[in-house]
Every structure is written in structure tokens, then in C-alpha cells.
């Protein structure tokens, strides 16, 4: 029989757990959406979400051969997901900064669910970094490359 009561200090664990993760890569889903990407806001914190809820199923007894194959279907899962996001018009392909993130989110929730905050909070900010502080070298190499 399941003891309820004596589970409160695990469920709130993972319960804290899952909203890290989410709370993490819903940043980066805001700044998607902000750059007006149909990839964004709900999708991010379900991917990271949802990465950290399949590896803490494994439990604390977990050996590492069962995250490695965890890991590996996650790995696999979210590219696909990220394939989605990928847009090719012509010779201009674009989404693949939004495709890296959505595998990047995947990163931040196996993290968090594998109690590697460090990795998980370091990875969030610097996809966020890396979306907004890169973006006008970005634009302006584009536009240079336009001009020749």
C-alpha cells in the first residue's frame, strides 16, 4: 500500500525539481517568443519539463546504464522535436538557433533531474546568451554577406 504521508518530502522534491526546470527553459521559450518563432513559450518548459520527469522516474536506485538509455531516447526524441522547427525557404534556412535550444532545454531538465544545477543554470543562461548578446553579430554578419 502506498504511504502517502511519508512521501510529502520526495513529492516536494520533485515537485521543486520539475518546476526548476521548467522555470529555466521557459526563459529561453519567452525569448523565442519575442523574436516572434512559432517555437516557443509552451514548448521550451514542456521539453525541459518532461526530460527531467523521465529520468527521476528512474528513482534513486537508478544505475547508470538506465540514464544512459534515457538519455539516449531523450537525445534522439528532442532532435526530431527540434527538426520541426527547422525552415527551409529557398537557399535561406532558418530555426536552427530555436532547433538548438529546444535540445539544449532537453539538456537543462536531465540536468536538473539529475541534481546538476550547476550545468542546468549555467546552460540556460548561456542559451540565453547566446540568443540575445550574439543576435547583432549575427544580423550584422548576415548583412554584410548581403552586400557583396
Known sequence: MFDFLN???LIWKNLA???MAYLLTAL???EREQVV???GLRTFPLVGMA?????MILGAHATSSD???????????IGFVGGGAILKDGAMVRGTATAASIWNAGVIGASVAMEQYG?????ALLNLFTLRAL???KNWIDKREHHE
Open 7 to 9: 512521501q510529502w518530502p
Open 17 to 19: 525539481q520539475i518546476g
Open 28 to 30: 529561453i521559450g519567452w
Open 37 to 39: 518563432h512559432s517555437t
Open 51 to 55: 526530460s527531467c520527469g523521465y529520468l
Open 67 to 77: 540514464q544512459s538509455r534515457i538519455l539516449q531516447g531523450l537525445i534522439t526524441g
Open 119 to 123: 550545468i542546468a543554470i549555467g546552460l
Open 135 to 137: 543576435l547583432p553579430l
